[in-house]
């Protein structure tokens, strides 16, 4: 990927851009194998590769500079400065064109950005989501308070008579002075609440505050791989833990088998329940619960558990309860491969019997891996 912000050393995010991508994939791949190695995978499936340019759906952009001429982007690696990231390339053509003008929208609207040494200042955040499927805009103005709020408002039919498919605007308070992206007040300026993606005819509601994966295109590859490999067991009954909006879940549940889904973000568990009724799903579960708290307080195990935990992975408790207590089959998805084989150490009587990975950020050592596992 040629990338003229990591040529000038001005950005470092995409520190492999510069590696050509199949050797990348090379890389990652010796890497995984040999770390996941002491496990003996009984079967090693190719990766599921990216795009290389404009494959992500999601942009967190930091408002910077002044009032008379604010910027997009991050601080300069090499001096801090203000350093406008609205032609990032791993952006659709689309999102880069809405960021350009966003960028312009804020200087007309006289919003001036948040200065953190001064701590002065409204805007502190621009998140912009969009969806595959649709092409609309979920555009969150992230605010120090609602000082700027009317500002907002009163310029908001301008930008979407630019950009009509921004359908779903908000200005979130975040007042705190840290580095913390989101608060907890969202405020709704347009009717449309959510935005609605569909993967392998899946529908899956994105809110605010739902997590949902930022390469769409090796994400849906990522359910269906999923479906695959539960369809193939047929459990009777399965849980997906960290489920968020409940990708795995919705794909996994059929005829044969019923799925409970647990997540502790409750407005992501809202999204999954509409998806479910949209699908007329009547076999199918979700609950805004703490997934180790809901394992540890069942008094029986399903046959199958999918768990797609943060990067902190499982940690040990639940990974030790899996161990002692746990079902037939666990498919362990995770986009943090050194955390993965932590929990898989504790998880002693499991074999794997299946492993594959995803190349969600190309570009960097990041990547997701799943694997399918057995209780010896």
Known sequence: MRCEFFAQQRCASCKNSDIPYSLQVEQKDARLRAMFAPFSPQEWLPPVLSEKTQFRNKAKMVALGAAHQPTLGIENVQDGSPLSLVNCPLYPDETQQFLSYLQDWIRVAGIPPY????????????????????????????????????????????????????????????????ARLEGEEEIFLTQQQSLLERFNHVPLVIRPKSFFQTNPQVAEKLYATAQQW??????????????????????????????????????????????????????????????????QSQEKMPELILVNPPRRGLGASLAEQLELSGPKYVIYSSCNPDTMAKDLLVMSSYKVLRSQWFDMFPHTDHTEAMMLLERR
């Not at 609602?146 to 979130?172: G, I, Y």
């Open 230 to 295: 539960v369809a193939e067991i047929k459990p009777k009954t399965m849980w997906d833990l960290f489920c968020g909006v409940g990708g795995f879940g919705l794909h996994c549940a059929s005829e044969h088998t019923s799925v409970t889904g647990i997540e502790i973000e409750a407005e992501a568990i809202a999204s999954a329940k509409r998806s479910a009724a949209m699908m007329g799903i009547d076999n199918l579960d979700f609950a805004a619960l703490d997934s180790g708290n809901f394992s």
């Open 115 to 178: 200065n953190k040494v001064k701590k002065k200042g409204e805007l502190k955040f621009v998140l912009l989501t969009r969806a595959q499927n649709s092409g609309e805009f979920m555009l969150r103005f992230v605010m120090r308070s609602d000082s700027a709020l009317e500002r907002v408002r009163a310029n908001l039919p301008r930008l979407q008579q630019a950009f009509p498919n921004a359908t779903v605007v908000t200005v979130n308070i975040q007042p705190v002075h840290m």
